[in-house]
């Protein structure tokens, strides 16, 4: 059967691209037909041809059986390295040892890839044959496969080697789309959007309103060929194809009028000038089309700032992109995560676009969009570097002036609320109504696409995009075709909105109905109030899924009208919903509000005013006896006239801004469209505040117009009373600041206050928006110097005279688009004032900057921020509980203030003692106060300070409360409240051991009662306060740890202390995880990272615990299985059984002393292959809850546990992650069965991450699997998704699975499942399949015969089981041999050492920040972009084994050192002053013989202080003795014999008497240096630290950064003969062999 209906598109005069759906045996037949041939071959890749090679070869068989043809097929690896000179002569002797001839036809099947690679054998092979694209990808489909570019890929760069070859056949078979990864997907709808952007708007309007079913189509796998023959094609296939061809025809033309690319064919490089940048810094963890998604964005932003293309276009280009699950901008979560989005510096980003094949000469060229569907030029334009560095920046300076546009006339964006209102009216209207101004936002586009959806109005376009031609349908309105759903989004107002419109729909076709749905966010927010009121009305409406919430779908028999009831103390939206609609109910509606207190009564006003325009008058009942009005609404029946304009009002809160400009410069403004008739509360703003401020207002109906004095005159306010207008209080804040003339008549204070004060009031609400809006104020003022003073319900600002505000303020926008536009008005009067995160405006004006700049006429100048400041307050991911305070409580003597202290320095947060707080408020010590006023007077002190703390403090800080703050129920309860939005953290420790810590003292009548009693009767209500616990285990364990293991390895010498540095650690792990700074999560799948974790199967983890990190290198995570713990008594135990939550959570805890890798809290009950009983789910969930509270990252929950249950966990996992899980043991169990995809779904809805496990009969059960978790991947709300099949026969699903794949190793006393691998053996697999290629990876340096490096790495990659190997290369100078090795396609990384750190800077394209500041560079790392291109990158280790060394061996984990010396001042100097400066030193002491190499140390490292030194051993006046020393001068040149000559004397007054520090010699040779010797001679407090150690451990950062794994360091070291060991599990290569035993 090869008919099939084709579409055909021709190129360059023939029409050879064919499209269509399942078209394999199509294919076959006109290959066969038109291109006769003795041979035939097929190359495609291995993903490919698992897939799609045997329905080939099927169609291929028919048709030979009958000719003589032969049929040839050649596989290769996946990816872009396949695109190689070596890939290409693979295939040529394939080719040659086939005994191909010229008559040779070759088929392309697959990506850009196989479409390049194979596109350019056949152009060559035999003096070219012909050939045909197959193309599989969405990307190879609009672009690679038409226009006949081919190409391989060279180490000098991509796409460099190539030809024009054209194919004799295009074949688009979009069915291919269905087996294709989302992001794959989106990655070509990347290129789709961009064709239509620049050419066609009908195009771009499809695509930006029907993303949904775009997915749907390449979702829903088409079965016995539906789609083949028109008649069998649903409507998503039918859409899917038309966008295909639209964007293939475009290309096509392009191609045709331009074919050797000379100028109209660069248009297509939209996105692409700043795309590539990008790309080049990202890749290859970004693909192409997501960089060329932000290159979009940037680029239409710089058209946007150049005045060419207008806001409404880059919203929509926008939308449009996200829909697609696109990134837009810079600090799109998936990027900002990425360590080397650290590289998109503006600076950066610039050099690299230098060198764009598009520039002129220096200039830079870029495709200006001029509207959707047109651009400026017919070629890209000159763009000036500061118009691009401006659009880069994520910051921006307002250059202080008079504005040049004024007197200014503008309008403002668009209301929200009135845009959403006036465009649903003007589609029910008769008639034709043109909208401007109009919000373009989610709910509007959304709105749009369902009324046209439901045939209710259609919709075109005037001016480019700024009027919007309604025209109106009048309430007659359809069901959409069957099977189609309306879909919004999560855009809660069109939601709202349209489920009364819905009602309205009539259809005479029985058993119809309308279904409206929205996102999985949608699918949780209420609507039941406003379906009771319909239904009781007589509307048919049901829920889909869940109660109460989308999807409903809704029966068409119109809405009854006359009384309806409505419940309105929830949202004002449902009332506006019924009135909107309510004239075309078949009765006059009366719609009366029940429920008590109406919200939001402005919004129902206005819905009723707007509705008086369109000619619908809403009557309001009134008391008959007071005249007060009625919650009872009387709409008369009737249609909407349409007027034929309504301009929008400009949105009231954002026209304060230019108005304030006007008022501050003296200068004049005009907005339209806001005047004395606004339907909003802040357009009073104008009246009520400047005008007493001195400014003259002049207001008509629709316009308002501001002239401010002349500089320097606006008055205080004296008392004013924001209530109905608060959102421009931050406006009139900024204002008061720089107010110095005393109120006007009637308005001064009579209390006595200055005369320059404004005191605004009915403002809390402001402290609950996108930030507390009043702190915010408050702290963003004192950096001008301004004061201002904190009220109940607002802020008093007492103003200052211009002159003096201090110039420079950097403002913190707190992500709050009204601080920075208020900030930015006062920078318009002060000099150099930065806003930090520019984009936040994008809330409500994403346009500001430039209105500012190009409508209001003041300068706007983009600024890079120090690297501190950005990471801190822009590429962050919006969460707005980061960085809420932590409140620390536990008993005296648990640890709160060390613990606290260390967390503080951790986070880079303040610390504070609530007592010494008390302390300095009260004026007395709390003793004191204890014993002058009593216990109960100072338990209520102490409450009202914490109420303060937590007021004041909300953010950023840690707060360690006293040990009785439980004892007042008052107290307990403001800590549950806080517990809701921050951490409150229990600190635990053994009472025991606070016993003796706390020794005397607890003799001490301090308690007056046995400390005993005091813990029992405060442990119930510190677990009942807090929302963690961090158990503060100091002593104890580490002894029985050691004797389980019955011996331990420990480096030579040890100079560090363990407990100290694993305190740090879990104290680093546990804060970051909770404040979220940083969840310490494993990447997924998602992030392109294979992952993996360990199944730890001991009935009591401490037998793990000596040789944990040997059994868990490699992987990410650890997976605990509480089911099969058991106590010490109950080892034998097999029967299911309950392990206690006490031994649970020392289990944990135990854990977390040796390993800060993730826990997957496992609870595996015996029906799904465990131990657990099954009726147990009150305890099972009482563990999850107290894993949660130790903050244990990934919580496994059986989605057979009842709903509620999870649901409330999943309320409290914090930054944890839910794995929600399903095990098949039945066998039964089909991946390509119905009942799987069910049980995804639930389990997708309930978790963070799915898994689901089956049991595996054959091989195929486990391609099934493979199958069934890619197509799972394309849904829209798709999860990470762990899947695996138990069995030995399910092995190859352990290897194939990405995301979290349990492993077990050789020596855990059993498997945690049957047929599980050791990670080594998966890597080993994987490589053979063909998944993970070998590299190489080399020393560059002189001499390096002696060096440990090569034993390091290879023993690492062996332990691995990765298939790399490390090389010396010992060259004269950085020449040929390095270019070579650096070029190979095989080049994994370099390690780089004496004396080439520097000269091997040139050959590379991007410096790390630290190898750019220390200057030197000892590590490279290529990386490869998934279009093969190449980018070197260089690193510098060196600096972190120092910092590393340091920070194990120093004695105080909480205090920062603070002065150090650094002997020598040669290349390893730079390294160690960069590292001091990173562990926070205060000063810096170099001695060197000579000066002058000094001096450029000092200049070289502005943020540190250093300074030179004469003599060692004397410090400057003033200065400190050194706590830090560290040599880096050979050690043969150094002596501690003042006899020895010609060598560098170190005299032991180095270490200061009776000191306390850290020593580390860079000089490994000989072990014990004489700088070594004299410290352990004569500072004996101090640690030690040997070069060797420094150089293995930045050796295990570089292996980290080649592989992303950690370095199995103890083996690695065992084998450099670096340890010493005495436990008989660990003689020398014992694991390797075993783990190599395990895989045979
Ligand atoms: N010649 C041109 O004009 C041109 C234009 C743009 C891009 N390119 C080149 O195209 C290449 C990128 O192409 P690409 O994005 O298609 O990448 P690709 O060919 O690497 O394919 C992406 C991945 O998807 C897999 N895959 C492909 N089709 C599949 C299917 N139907 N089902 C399941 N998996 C499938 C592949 O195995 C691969 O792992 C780059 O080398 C780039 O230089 C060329």
């Known amino acids: 059967m090869s008919s099939a209906d084709i579409q055909k598109v021709s190129i360059l005069g023939k029409e050879s691209i064919h499209c269509g759906f399942h078209l394999i045996p199509y294919i076959v037949n006109t290959v066969l037909t038109a291109l006769p041939s003795s041979t035939y071959v097929i190359v495609t890749d291995i993903n490919i041809a698992s897939l799609h090679l045997v329905a080939f070869q099927t169609a291929f068989k028919k048709h030979t059986l009958s000719s003589k043809a032969r049929f040839l097929n050649y596989v290769v690896p996946p990816g872009e390295t396949s695109k190689s000179r070596e890939g290409k002569a693979e295939i040529e002797d394939y080719l040659l040892l086939n005994a191909s001839t010229r008559d040779t036809v070759i088929l392309a099947l697959g990506g850009g890839v196989i479409g390049d690679l194979v596109g350019f054998v056949a152009a060559t092979f035999m003096r070219g044959v012909r050939f045909v694209q197959i193309p599989t990808t969405l990307l190879a489909m609009v672009d690679s496969s038409v226009g006949g570019k081919t190409a391989i890929d060279t180490p000098h760069g991509k796409n460099l080697i190539g030809a024009f070859w054209q194919p004799e056949y295009i074949f688009i078979d979009a069915a291919f789309l269905e087996t294709l990864p989302a992001r794959e997907f989106s990655n070509g709808m990347a290129e789709v959007v961009k064709t239509a952007a620049i050419w066609n708007e009908d195009e771009f309007s499809a695509l930006e309103s029907r993303s949904a079913e775009l997915f749907a189509a390449i979702q829903t796998p088409s079965k016995d060929n539906s789609g083949r023959m028109v008649a069998t094609r649903s409507a998503a296939q039918q859409l899917l194809l038309s966008v295909i061809v639209g964007s293939i025809s475009v290309k096509a033309h392009i191609v045709t009028v331009d074919e050797r690319e000379t100028g109209l064919r660069n248009l297509v490089n939209f996105g692409h000038t700043i795309g590539h940048a990008i790309e080049a810094v990202l890749t290859p963890s970004m693909l192409h089309g997501e960089c060329v998604s932000v290159g979009m964005i940037l680029e239409a932003e710089v058209a946007r700032s150049l005045g060419v293309l207008g806001q409404v276009a880059v919203g929509r280009l926008t939308r449009c992109l996200k829909a697609y699950n696109l990134p837009v901008s810079l600090s799109d979560s998936r990027i900002v995560r990425l360590p080397a989005a650290r590289g998109l510096g503006v600076e950066r980003l610039l050099d690299i676009m230098k060198i764009d094949k598009k520039n002129s000469g220096a200039q830079k060229k870029i495709v200006i969009l001029s509207r959707i569907g047109a651009t400026y030029e017919q070629k890209a334009t000159v763009v000036a570097d500061s118009v691009i560095a401006k659009t880069l920046s994520e910051a921006v300076v307002v250059v ?110 029985p058993g119809e109905r309308t279904v409206i749905t929205g996102n999985a966010r949608m699918k949780q927010r209420p609507i039941g109030p406003l379906v009771d009121a319909l239904r009781t009305n007589g509307s048919d409406i049901e829920y889909k899924e869940s109660q109460g919430c989308l999807p409903l779908s809704v029966a068409p028999a119109g809405l009854k009208g006359a009384r309806i009831q409505l419940a309105a103390s929830v949202s004002s939206q449902y009332v506006s919903s019924i009135l909107l609609c309510a004239p075309y109910a078949r009765e006059p509606v009366t719609l009366e509000l029940t429920g008590g207190q109406v919200i939001s009564q402005p919004y129902i006003d206005m819905t009723i005013a707007i509705m008086k325009t369109f000619g619908i008058d809403v009557v309001r009942e009134v008391d008959q006896a007071t005249g007060a009005p009625l919650d009872v609404y009387h709409i008369p029946a009737g249609v909407y006239t349409n007027p034929p304009l309504y301009n929008i009002e400009s949105d009231a809160s954002s026209a304060t801004y230019p108005l304030a400009v006007a008022a501050i410069t003296g200068t004049t403004c005009t907005i339209m469209n806001i005047g004395s008739s606004s339907l909003q509360g802040d357009a009073r703003f104008a009246k009520e505040v400047l005008e007493p401020m001195g400014c003259k207002v002049v207001q008509t109906e629709t316009e308002t117009t501001v002239t401010g004095p002349p500089i320097g005159q606006l008055k205080a306010l004296g008392t004013v009373d924001m ?72 802020l008093e600002v007492y103003g200052k005279p211009i002159s003096e505000l201090k110039e420079g303020a950097s403002i913190h926008c707190y992500d709050d688009h009204r601080v920075a536009m208020a900030f930015s008005v006062l920078a318009s009067a002060v000099r150099g004032t930065i806003i930090e995160e520019k984009r936040c405006v994008e809330k409500t004006w994403p346009n500001w900057w430039d209105d ?176 963690y616990v961090f158990v503060n285990n100091t002593g104890g364990l580490e002894s029985a740890e050691e004797s389980v293991a019955g011996g331990t390895a420990v480096p030579l010498q040890s100079t560090t202390h363990p407990s100290s540095t694993s305190l740090r650690n879990e104290t680093e792990r546990f804060f970051n995880h909770v404040t979220g700074s940083k969840p310490n999560l494993a990447l997924t799948a998602m992030d392109d990272k294979r992952t993996y974790f360990l199944s730890l199967t001991y009935p009591d983890v401490k037998q793990a615990l000596s040789h944990i990190e040997d059994l868990t290198t490699g992987v990410d995570a650890i997976e605990l299985r509480v089911d099969l713990l058991r106590s010490y008594d109950d080892h034998v135990k097999l029967e299911p059984y309950i392990p206690s939550v006490e031994y649970v959570t020392d289990q944990i805890t135990s854990l977390r002393r040796r390993t800060t890798l993730p826990i997957v809290f496992t609870v595996r009950t015996v029906s799904q292959g465990g131990r657990f009983p099954d009726d147990a789910e009150k305890e099972a969930f009482e563990l999850f809850h107290t894993a949660l509270r130790l903050a244990v990252e990934y919580i496994d929950v059986e989605i057979s546990w009842t709903e509620g249950q999870i649901k409330n966990l999943a309320a409290h996992k914090g930054h944890s992650q839910i794995i929600a899980s399903w095990h098949d043991w039945s066998g039964k169990m089909q991946w390509d069965g119905k009942g799987v995809e069910a049980k995804y779904r639930l389990a997708a809805s309930m978790g ?119 090389d010396l290369l010992q060259t004269d100078s950085v020449g040929e041999e390095i270019r070579a090795a650096l070029a190979s396609p095989e080049f994994g990384g370099a390690s780089v050492t004496i004396p080439f750190k520097l000269d091997i800077i040139p050959l590379l394209d991007l410096l790390s920040p630290e190898a750019e500041a220390i200057g030197a560079v000892n590590t490279i790392v290529p990386r490869r972009g998934t279009d ?46 960069y590292a001091l400066g990173r562990l926070g030193v205060n000063a810096v002491y170099i001695y060197n013989r000579t000066r002058s190499s000094v001096q450029a140390l000092v200049e070289a490292f502005p943020g540190v202080k250093v300074e030179a030194i004469d003599t060692l051993g004397r410090w400057p006046q003033g200065g400190r003795s050194p706590s830090i020393v560290i040599s880096t001068v050979p050690a043969s040149a150094t002596t501690a014999d003042l006899k020895v000559k010609n060598a560098l004397y170190l005299p032991s007054s180095i270490f200061a008497a009776g000191s306390e520090g850290v020593v580390v010699d860079m000089a490994y040779k000989p072990a014990e240096t004489p700088l070594l010797v004299l410290a352990s001679k004569v500072a004996k407090n101090w640690k030690r630290v040997r070069g060797v150690e420094v150089l293995l451990e930045q050796g295990y950062r570089q292996f980290n950064l080649w592989t992303g794994r950690q370095c199995p360091k103890r083996l690695a070291a065992l084998r450099l003969g670096l340890l010493i060991v005495d436990h008989p599990c660990f003689v020398a290569g014992t694991l390797l062999q075993a783990d190599r035993s395990q895989s045979t």
Not at 486 to 494: D, E, I, K, Q, R
Not at 730 to 743: D, N
Not at 1279 to 1292: A, R, V, Y
């Open 400 to 509: 202080p002036g008079v504005p040049s546009k004024s007197p200014v006339r503008m309008a403002t964006p668009g209301s929200k609320s009135i845009s959403n209102r006036a465009l649903l009216l003007a589609a029910l209207g008769k008639g034709t109504c043109r909208l401007k101004n109009l919000l373009h936002s989610d709910d509007t586009q959304v709105m749009m696409n369902a009324l046209q959806e439901l045939k209710g109005a259609r919709f075109s376009w005037e001016d480019g995009g700024e009027t919007l031609v309604v025209h109106g349908g009048e309430g007659s309105l359809s069901v959409p075709p069957a099977g189609k759903e309306v879909y919004l989004g999560n855009a809660g107002t069109a939601a709202r909105f349209l489920t009364t419109v819905c009602t309205l729909v009539q259809s005479a076709t």
């Open 852 to 1027: 500012l700049e190009n409508k209001i006429g003041l300068g706007v100048e983009g600024v890079e921020l120090p690297v501190h400041v950005s990471s801190t307050s822009t590429s962050r991911p919006v969460d707005a509980d980061v960085s809420a305070s932590v409140v620390i409580i536990g008993m005296r003597g648990s640890g709160k203030t060390f613990i606290g202290q260390l967390a503080a320095s951790i986070l880079d947060w303040q610390f504070l003692d609530a007592d010494a707080v008390f302390e300095e408020k009260h004026q007395t010590g709390v003793r004191d106060f204890v014993h002058q006023h009593g216990w109960p007077t100072f338990r209520d002190a102490e409450t009202v300070v914490l109420q303060e703390l937590l007021a004041e403090k909300p953010t950023g800080h840690i707060i360690s409360l006293g040990g009785g703050i439980v004892e007042t129920p008052a107290a307990r309860s403001l800590l549950q409240t806080y517990a809701e939005r921050g951490p409150v953290v229990h600190i635990k420790r053994d009472i025991d051991e606070i016993v003796s810590y706390l020794g005397e003292e607890t003799a001490r009548p301090a308690y007056g009662e046995p400390i005993l009693d005091v813990f029992k009767r405060r442990q119930p209500w510190f677990a009942e306060c807090c929302s």
């Open 1428 to 1473: 093969g291109s190449l980018m070197l990158y260089g690193d510098n280790t060196d600096w972190l084994g120092i910092m590393q060394c340091i920070r194990s061996a120093w004695p105080n984990a909480a205090l920062k050192p603070d002065t150090a010396l650094v002997i020598g001042a040669g290349g390893t100097s730079r390294a160690a002053i």
């Open 723 to 794: 209530e109905p207008m608060t959102d421009a209080f931050l406006t009139a804040s900024v204002l008061a600041a720089v107010a110095t003339g005393a109120p006007s008549k009637g308005r001064e204070l009579a209390d006595g206050s200055r005369l320059t004060t404004t005191r605004i009031i009915g403002i809390a609400n402001q402290r609950v928006k996108e930030c507390n809006r009043i702190q915010a104020m408050i702290d963003q003022l004192a950096k001008f110097g301004v004061e201002t003073k904190e009220l109940e319900d607002g």
């Open 1248 to 1366: 963070d991450i799915v898994k689901i496990v089956g049991k595996a009969n054959d091989l195929n059960d486990n391609l099934a699997l493979h199958r069934f978790a890619q197509r799972m991947r394309l849904l829209p709300d798709s999860k990470p998704m762990i899947g695996i099949n138990m069995g030995i026969e399910g092995q190859l699903s352990r290897i194939l699975n990405s995301t979290l794949s349990p492993v077990s190793h050789p020596l855990l006393p059993t498997k945690a499942a049957p047929g599980q691998l050791s990670f080594a053996q998966i890597q080993s697999a994987l490589h053979l399949i063909g998944q993970s290629p070998s590299q190489r990876f080399y020393l560059f340096g002189n001499p390096i015969a002696h060096s440990m490096s090569p034993t390091l790495h290879n023993t690492a990659f062996e332990i691995l089981g990765l298939p790399h190997t490390y």
